[in-house]
């Protein structure tokens, strides 16, 4: 017998380049918000805890959990590459459709600016790691390879980071909250050609909680209904493969949540996706079905996914501008989803949202095409 | 008694995860693992084909000839490596898709492809275009070079 489930309540830290806050007290700030957002008694009613984070320290959840009163209750960290939040938020559903737990606390913690200087590099065990690789060059492959096939230009792929960049100065926990121009994104620095500064996302140190339990009903006008959630890892990516790294494993993913929801890409109203580089959003709005293989450059371009357009994608800003600490992205997804469609997001509120879709992918193992995806879909008929 | 039995090559350090050159009779091949049921054929030599399941794996040369899949030039420092250098995706003749260094072809050096002689800046290697293993990088890593011979297209318009 599966129950519906729903989100009861969301929390998240302040997004950014944080130092000088521990994992813990990033944490405390996410899961108490989260708490009273769901309206529980205290953190004394959470049943259980999935953890999402990527290089949190062994015990990085039990450290934070402890001093605000989760304890004693079974704690799991995972590890899914950018989309171990979301992977976290997946099995905390499973949990509860199953009847396992009841109250289930969804977590996300992640202190980059503790690991690194720059940009994040697969580790040395890896095949890619061990060639000196970084994540901005299998990015910038994909825009080499989305110029060279699909004539996708500099400027289309700049005016994703111009349209996140304006999301985000709605948004007041963003990390980059400021408005830049298609010429100032391609005259920022070269990264990884053709991929410009502006066009990578920043490290980032944050927390993003959600309280998920069964659906409580009218008594509740506030919890959000989960409608599905998938999660899939990478099929061999390899000399048989046509398509970018990533774009089937996030198309099959989608598929999926699609059809247990009952729905198509055409009936959502808003999105959070993996931006982490600009050329990620074009090619995952295309296998998310927003648009055709290769149509995703056209697709920014026209407007179709900036908020006031008819399906906005990323109006927290995205991993680009709310920023990406990595384990915690896939909650601050989930968060900006629950406030869309509750109607709480400010100034950046998309009108009328009623269905939402969260999507994570990630990597650094060479050879699948992504570690894990997950795709979640939100909200109401 | 003899000697005993050791299973440690010589010579050899901790394991290295990247694709393995070897040089024959003057050529740089890859050499990997190839399904003796299916065809497939990858960088490494695991028990199984991961395509078919089959357990008969042949060892297998592959290239020196490669097509770019695509390709970037990372201009940001990792830690060991002085930037920038050519990255790319290859398909091997005949083989599976590696991850090597570019080596410019007139400088010779992995950064060169700063230095493209007319002072323009570097560009990546173009999707299409074919290359050829020519060894290691200063850091151990497989590397190739761009190649004069013509591409598929152009033999194709050779032969029209």
Redesign the interface.
Same mark, same amino acid.
């Given at each position: 017998m599966s129950a519906d489930t729903a989100v009861w309540g969301v929390g998240t830290s302040l997004f950014g380049k944080q130092p000088h806050l521990s994992a813990p007290e990033l944490t405390w700030v996410a899961v108490t918000e989260a708490i009273d957002d769901a309206g529980l008694a205290g953190a004394s009613a959470i049943d259980a805890v999935y953890a999402g984070t990527v290089f949190g320290e062994p015990g990085v959840a039990q450290r934070a959990l402890q001093s605000i009163g989760v304890t004693g209750v079974p704690i799991i960290t995972i590890e899914n590459a950018c989309a171990s939040g979301t992977t976290a938020f997946h099995e905390a559903r499973l949990a509860v459709e199953s009847g396992r737990y009841e109250r289930v606390l969804a977590l996300g913690i992640e202190t980059m600016t503790a690991v690194f200087d720059?940009?994040i590099?697969p580790i040395r065990?890896?095949?890619?790691?061990?060639?000196?690789?970084?994540m901005?060059?299998l990015y910038?492959?994909?825009?080499?390879?989305y110029v060279?096939?699909f004539d996708v230009t500099p400027e289309q792929m700049a005016q994703v980071s111009v349209k996140n960049h304006r999301h985000a100065v709605g948004n007041p926990r963003a990390q980059h909250s400021r408005t830049v121009t298609v010429e100032q994104v391609l005259a920022s620095?070269?990264?990884?050609?053709?991929l410009t500064l502006y066009q990578c996302c920043s490290i980032a140190d944050a927390a993003g909680a959600a309280i998920i339990g069964p659906a409580r009903g009218a008594a509740h006008p506030r919890d959000v209904p989960i409608r599905s959630s998938a999660l899939r890892s990478g099929k061999?990516?390899?000399?048989r493969?046509s398509r970018?790294w990533g774009w089937d494993i996030v198309a099959e993913t989608a598929a999926l949540a699609y059809e247990q929801a009952g729905i198509g890409p055409g009936d959502v109203d808003v999105f959070e996706v993996h931006d982490a580089f600009t050329i990620g959003e074009i090619v995952t709005t295309e296998a998310l079905g927003l648009c055709d293989l290769g149509g995703g450059g056209r697709l920014v371009e026209s407007g179709h996914t900036s908020i006031g357009g008819p399906q906005p994608v990323n109006p927290s800003g995205g991993l680009l501008s709310r920023g990406h600490p990595l384990g915690a992205t896939g909650l601050a997804q989930i968060a900006e989803i629950v406030w869309q469609l509750r109607g709480e997001a400010g100034a950046r509120q998309v009108e009328g949202a009623r269905l939402g879709v969260v999507e994570t992918m990630g990597g650094g193992a060479?050879?699948v095409d992504g570690n894990g995806c997950v795709v979640a879909v939100l909200g109401r008929s | 008694m003899t000697d005993r039995l050791t299973l440690d090559p010589p010579e050899l350090g901790p394991?290295?995860?990247? =694709?393995r050159l070897m040089l024959v009779n003057g050529s740089v091949l890859a050499t990997g693992g190839r399904c003796t049921a299916c065809g497939y054929?990858?960088?490494v030599v695991p028990p199984r084909c991961?395509?078919c399941g089959g357990a008969t794996m042949e060892i297998a040369t592959f290239g020196p000839g490669a097509t770019v899949?695509?390709?970037?030039?990372?201009?940001?420092?990792?830690?060991?490596?002085e930037p920038p250098?050519g990255?790319?995706?290859v398909?091997?003749d005949g083989?599976?898709?590696?991850?090597v260094?570019v080596i410019d072809s007139e400088t010779g050096e992995t950064g060169g492809l700063r230095s493209a002689g007319d002072g323009r800046?570097a560009?990546?290697l173009?999707?299409?275009s074919r290359v050829r293993l020519v060894g290691w990088t200063e850091?151990g890593? =497989?590397a190739v070079r761009p190649s004069p011979e013509p591409t598929e297209h152009q033999r194709t318009e050779e032969a029209s």
């Open positions: 720059g940009a590099v065990s890896d095949a890619e790691g061990a060639q000196g690789f970084a901005p060059s910038g492959m994909s825009a080499t390879r060279h096939e620095r070269v990264i990884a050609d053709p061999l990516w390899d000399q493969s970018v060479a050879g | 394991a290295d995860p990247r =694709p054929a990858l960088a991961p395509v899949f695509t390709a970037t030039i990372l201009r940001i420092p990792v830690p060991g490596r250098y990255l790319a995706y398909d091997l083989g599976p898709r590696i991850l260094h800046p560009r990546p173009v999707p299409g850091h890593d =497989p």
